[in-house]
C-alpha cells in the first residue's frame, strides 16, 4: 500500500497493475471520477491535498510577484498544457497568491496538529 500522486501511478492504473482503493482530496479526481474519496469511504473530513506551486522570498516586491503570477496562470491554462497536466491526472487550479499563501497556512497548521496529535515532537 502507498499513499502517492495519480501522475505517478495513473498509467499503471489504466494497465490494471495497481488498483486504487481511494483519493485522499475532499472531491474524487476528475482523472479518475469514479475512485471514491477517503471521507467518503469511511473517514469523513478527511482531506489530504498535494499541490504544486512557485514560491518566492518573503519580500519579493508585489509588482514583480503579480507579473510572476500572471505569467504562471498564462503558461498553464495554455491549451495544450493543461491538457497534458490533466491526462496525467494534475488538477490545474492557478488560484490567487492570497489563495495559495492560505492554503499553504492551512496545511502547516493542520500537519502540525497531526503531527502533535500522533505523538511527533515538532521541536
Given at each position: 500500500?502507498?499513499?502517492i500522486t495519480i501522475?505517478?501511478?495513473k498509467q499503471h492504473i489504466q494497465?490494471?497493475?495497481?488498483v486504487p482503493l481511494a483519493v485522499t482530496t475532499a472531491k474524487r479526481s476528475p482523472s479518475l471520477p469514479e475512485l471514491p474519496t477517503i471521507a467518503e469511504s469511511r473517514y469523513p473530513g478527511f482531506d489530504a491535498t498535494q499541490w504544486i506551486g512557485v514560491l518566492v522570498p518573503k519580500a519579493t516586491p508585489k509588482a514583480i510577484v503579480n507579473k510572476l503570477h500572471k505569467e504562471v496562470i498564462r503558461i498553464i491554462t495554455l491549451p495544450d498544457v493543461r491538457g497534458k497536466?490533466?491526462?496525467t491526472g494534475v488538477e490545474v487550479v492557478g488560484n490567487t497568491p492570497e489563495a495559495f499563501?492560505?492554503?499553504i497556512?492551512?496545511?502547516a497548521d493542520?500537519?502540525?496538529?497531526l503531527?502533535?496529535?500522533?505523538?511527533i515532537r515538532l521541536d
Open positions: 500500500m502507498l499513499c501522475s505517478s501511478v494497465q490494471g497493475r495497481v497536466l490533466l491526462v499563501a492560505a492554503q497556512c492551512t496545511d493542520n500537519y502540525g496538529k503531527a502533535v496529535d500522533v505523538g
